[in-house]
Nanobody
Framework: VQLQASGGGLVQAGGSLRLSCVAS????????MGWFRQASGKEREFVAT????????YYKDSVKGRFTISRDNAKNTVYLQMNSLKPEDTAVYFC????????????????WGQGTQVTVSS
């Protein structure tokens, strides 16, 4: 299984980025997907998750209304649209897959991508 995240970069506060994560080596439509992030010197934290069909999502409170997770099962891809970015959103963002349902708990995820850096300047 491989998860390849991309789309990170440097953006000013208030700006937007869209992260993508392409999965291979798994039956993508059977997996819940999640986005997590890790800021320098901090623990990895949950950001957003989506169920196998895209019909159910769940977000970290601080990103609700600003971030949107979505997926395209035909393209084996999960997205994270990030709007109104803040400096505190600066982190390496990781995508991850889990069999069965979806959820915010990192240890329940089976496979992880390599991460993509998001830097928000003030």
């Amino acid at each position: 299984v491989q998860l390849q995240a991309s789309g990170g970069g440097l953006v000013q506060a208030g700006g937007s980025l869209r992260l993508s994560c392409v999965a291979s080596g798994l039956t993508f439509s059977r997996y819940g997907m999640g986005w997590f992030r890790q800021a320098s010197g901090k623990e990895r934290e949950f950001v957003a998750t989506i169920n196998w069909s895209g019909g159910a999502t769940y977000y970290k409170d601080s990103v609700k209304g600003r971030f949107t997770i979505s997926r395209d099962n035909a393209k084996n891809t999960v997205y994270l649209q990030m709007n109104s970015l803040k400096p505190e959103d600066t982190a390496v963002y990781f995508c991850a897959s889990r069999s069965g349902t979806y959820g915010p708990v990192a240890y329940e995820y089976d496979h992880w991508g390599q991460g993509t850096q998001v830097t928000v300047s003030s």
